[in-house]
């Protein structure tokens, strides 16, 4: 079969993300969204079981959110951030100071997570540097992290994941460890942090799940011994909620279930309701008091050509609306119920090892997979676009998913582990 003349001549000109080119599948022509359901160019539908990497919650093309970023095209799509301000950001701003807890109320904006959790970085680093301590360069990140795919972000990521074997040298050296979660691994994180807290700016965690290193999830406990270990080492404490920020986890933010706030956060992802690319950096006052002084070199030196734009600003804010008014952490405890009763299913399935599920996050965990590529079209001929990566099956659907397309995608699941395709 033949694709549409688009796709034949761009494929020979467009590099893509995570694929070896040479033997990857060719990719499947999208034309258009509505809802939970994407259609190809040939006309067929799948039903969407990840929401564009979990960014599309509220589902594709909501009215609210196209109607705002239509309004603010018509006034004011874009404006430099330097020097001029718009309605739409410091709305936001407003907003995002408003929802997350304790006194993160500073709010940088960025366009991407990566350069969220750089800024968080470069703020951690310089907050003790406009203090006069100098040696303070290193984060303490952990085994399975994930933080972003730029120089400086890769170095957090978890050593593997992150490749940093093969980016040796060129990568900047931090300090990576295991999650406090029990005992041992606290008192190891205890004395590593007496030992080198002066080298060290911020410990960053993903909170309660480690999403793209595995969906590995880890109990509010370990997030309040980070707290405690932080301040008792004097250290910043970064959360990147890039992945289970808004709702994604049962709350608003993964930390309100741990009852703690860190002193940097960072947001994207589902920031737009997966609409348009926007991301932030929030800091507590007193990461931002650090920053005041009569010395220009105290200034945060940062600011992307398309900071806090218009459009992507409005399209947060109309998000923001509907999780006001609709009642979308409801939605995720009845997904996240539902998942629970149906992905059991698959936990006797051949291969299986864990299923497991928080919030909307449904996790089919297997020994290996053989063959990627025919998993992915096995799901594909099931109807569903669902990716699985390294060893697991995931679903992290919009919360205004139906229990029906629901059904559809855990039943997808099972069909394929169960059948005939060799995984
Ligand atoms: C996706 C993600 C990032 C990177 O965001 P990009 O917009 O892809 O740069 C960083 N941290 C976490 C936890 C993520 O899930």
């Not at 590593?192 to 309660?208: M, W």
């Not at 590529?373 to 995931?394: E, H, S, T």
């Amino acid at each position: 079969m033949r694709g549409p003349q688009w796709l034949e001549r761009g494929m020979h000109h467009v590099w893509l993300p995570y694929a070896q080119m040479r033997t990857a599948p060719p990719p499947l022509p999208a034309v258009a969204t509505r809802g939970r359901t994407i259609t190809l160019a040939d006309g067929s539908e799948l039903i969407d079981g990840i929401a564009s990497w979990w960014t599309a919650c509220h589902g594709y093309n909501h009215p609210h959110i196209r109607q705002a970023v239509q309004a603010q095209l018509e006034c004011m799509p874009h404006v430099m951030f330097g020097g001029l301000v718009n309605e739409p950001a410091l709305t936001l701003a407003t907003r995002l100071a408003d929802m997350l807890p304790g006194d993160l109320e500073r709010v940088f904006f960025t366009d991407s997570g990566s350069v969220a959790v750089e800024v968080a970085m470069k703020m951690a680093i310089q907050y003790w540097l406009n203090q006069g301590e100098s040696g303070r360069t290193r984060l303490l990140a952990f085994r399975g992290g994930y933080h972003g795919d730029t120089m400086a972000t890769m170095a957090v990521c978890d050593p593997e994941e992150g490749m940093h074997s093969l980016y040796a040298g060129a990568l900047p050296e931090h300090f990576m460890t295991d999650l406090p979660t029990d005992d041992m691994r606290t008192q190891a994180l205890d004395s590593l942090l007496a030992q080198s807290a002066g080298r060290i700016a911020a410990i960053i965690v993903e909170p309660l799940v480690q999403g793209a290193g595995g969906m590995l999830f880890h109990s509010p406990e370990v997030l309040r011994t980070l707290r405690t270990l932080a301040d008792r080492h004097g250290v910043l404490l970064i959360l990147d909620e890039i992945f289970t920020g808004f709702g994604r986890t049962g709350t608003l933010f993964a930390c309100e279930q741990a009852g703690i706030v860190p002193d940097i956060i960072t947001l994207s992802k589902a920031l737009t309701g997966g609409t348009m690319a926007l991301a932030a950096t929030v800091a507590r006052r007193h990461v931002f008091e650090a920053f005041l002084s009569d010395n220009p070199m105290h200034a945060l030196m940062h600011g992307p050509t398309f900071m806090a734009n218009a459009m992507a600003c409005a399209c947060a804010n109309a998000s923001l609306d509907l999780f006001e008014r609709e009642p979308r952490l409801a939605q995720v405890a009845r997904i996240g119920a539902q998942m629970r009763a149906e992905l059991e299913a698959c936990r006797h399935l051949p291969h299986v090892v864990d299923v497991r599920v928080m919030g909307a996050i449904g996790v089919v965990e297997l020994d290996h997979i053989h063959d990627m590529n025919a998993l992915k079209a096995a799901l594909v001929a099931q109807g569903v676009w669902v990716r699985p990566f390294r060893n697991i099956i995931y679903v992290t659907p919009a919360f205004t998913i139906t229990a029906a397309e629901l059904r559809v995608l855990t039943t997808a699941i099972h069909t394929v582990l169960s059948g005939s395709v060799q995984v």
